[in-house]
């Protein structure tokens, strides 16, 4: 079967740095998105991934092993308003998005 | 980035009447575009996927005769939740498929409450 793992809640202080770890197992892979929702919203993008490697945007990174199906997104100098859950989903071999349950990231000052 | 927008974002209805939800694609054409909904502290789980022009095609476990999904047009789909109960009761998101990457762009999302 298809599954997407990540933790389900994480803690990091205010201006520190935290990096949410997501495994992946799909039948075939083309391409892994990392989104982000606060409560009671919609997700919002924040990135894609096809290649192994790092993507930096900002404060956001995110990075890729096809070999290993792990990505992590790492998120700097965190602040406040970046409590929310952090959601991961790979694109499998029909193009079909499979999502991750979710990690609750909380902010702490 | 483009702008998917979806109304209403709260509706509350009594139980056995149907509530539609717009999902609107505002500066590009969709001719995909998928329903989603999110219980409590759950992912999101998609419910049907919307073909401008076509029926959609509906996840295992989704009753296609309970949720009416039309996309008469490339910018517009709408879900119909009929006959709601209140096991109904959640939230419901829209997305409209990038033409570059594959991202997707969420609409607000609607929350159901039903009596």
């Known amino acids: 079967g298809q599954n997407i793992d990540q933790p389900t809640e994480m803690t990091a202080t205010e201006g520190a740095i935290v990096q949410i770890n997501c495994t992946y197992q799909?039948?075939?892979?083309?391409?892994l998105f990392w989104y982000q929702q606060h409560a009671g919203e919609a997700p919002t993008f924040l990135s894609y991934?096809?290649l192994d490697g790092l993507e930096e945007k900002g404060r956001f990174s995110s990075f890729l092993s096809r070999s290993k199906g792990y990505s992590y997104l790492l998120l700097k100098e965190l602040q406040m308003k970046d409590s929310a859950s952090y959601l991961c989903?790979?694109?499998?071999?029909?193009?079909?998005?499979?999502w991750g349950a979710g990690t609750k990231l909380i902010i702490k000052p | 980035g483009a702008v998917v927008s979806q109304h209403p974002s709260r509706v509350i209805c009594k139980s056995g009447t149907s509530v539609k939800i717009e999902c609107r694609s505002l500066d590009f054409q969709a001719t995909t575009m998928f329903w989603y909904r999110q219980f409590p502290k759950q992912s999101l789980m998609l419910m049907a996927t919307?073909?401008?022009?076509?029926?959609?095609?509906?996840e295992q476990g989704v009753e296609k005769d309970k949720f009416l999904i039309n996309h008469a047009s490339l910018t517009l789909s709408t879900l119909t939740v009929t006959s709601a109960h209140p096991e109904d009761s959640s939230f419901y998101i829209c997305?409209?498929?990038?033409?570059?990457?594959?991202?997707?762009?969420f609409g607000e999302g609607s929350r159901l409450t039903v009596l």
């Open positions: 919307s073909n401008e022009g076509s029926k959609a095609t509906y």
């Open positions: 991934n096809v």
């Open positions: 799909t039948s075939g892979f083309n391409g």
């Open positions: 989903a790979v694109k499998d071999s029909n193009y079909q998005l499979i």
């Open positions: 997305s409209a498929k990038g033409q570059l990457t594959g991202e997707l762009f």
